[in-house]
């Protein structure tokens, strides 16, 4: 019988819910195991949402990215996700066109929900927890 954390999304249980790959960026609260050999592992789901959030403000300021497409294409290339859908997904929790320019600072909340959301099936965090 698998362990019940076993059978949560592979987000939720390494308290990364944004499926951040690891690229040996060195965030802050990480685990001092990393055994995930694809995705950081987080001490505590604040610091992997937290860790999600600064990179979608990075998007918006460095690569100039506020629309749903341009953020989600690089958050999950076509290569190896149903982009389309994803993006699709987003544009409508966010109320949004796909292409549709916005501020992702003051939607960063509705966004950062959207992704965990997508990328787990569900989001069990409070709105709290998104920072």
Same mark, same amino acid.
Do not use: C
């Given at each position: 019988?698998?362990?019940?954390?076993?059978?949560?999304?592979?987000?939720?249980?390494?308290?990364?819910?944004?499926?951040? #790959? /690891? *690229?040996?960026?060195?965030?802050?609260?990480?685990? %001092? $195991?990393?055994?995930?050999? @694809?995705?950081? +592992?987080?001490?505590?789901?604040?610091?992997?949402?937290?860790?999600?959030?600064?990179?979608?403000?990075?998007?918006?300021?460095?690569?100039?990215?506020?629309?749903?497409e341009g953020?989600?294409n690089?958050?999950?290339?076509?290569? #190896? /996700? *149903?982009t389309d859908?994803?993006?699709?997904?987003? %544009? $409508?929790?966010?109320g949004? @066109?796909?292409? +549709?320019?916005?501020d992702?600072?003051?939607?960063?909340?509705p966004?950062?929900?959207?992704?965990?959301?997508?990328?787990?099936?569900?989001?069990?965090?409070?709105?709290?927890?998104?920072?």
């Amino acid at each position: 019988m698998l362990s019940p954390k076993l059978t949560l999304p592979r987000g939720i249980r390494n308290n990364n819910p944004g499926n951040l #790959e /690891n *690229n040996g960026i060195n965030w802050v609260g990480l685990s %001092s $195991s990393q055994t995930d050999s @694809r995705f950081y +592992q987080f001490t505590d789901a604040k610091y992997g949402i937290r860790a999600l959030a600064r990179v979608l403000k990075t998007y918006e300021r460095k690569y100039g990215l506020n629309t749903v497409e341009g953020i989600i294409n690089r958050w999950a290339p076509a290569h #190896e /996700n *149903n982009t389309d859908s994803y993006i699709e997904h987003v %544009s $409508s929790v966010l109320g949004v @066109r796909r292409d +549709q320019p916005f501020d992702v600072s003051q939607n960063l909340v509705p966004l950062t929900e959207a992704i965990i959301l997508h990328e787990n099936g569900s989001n069990p965090y409070s709105m709290d927890k998104i920072v």
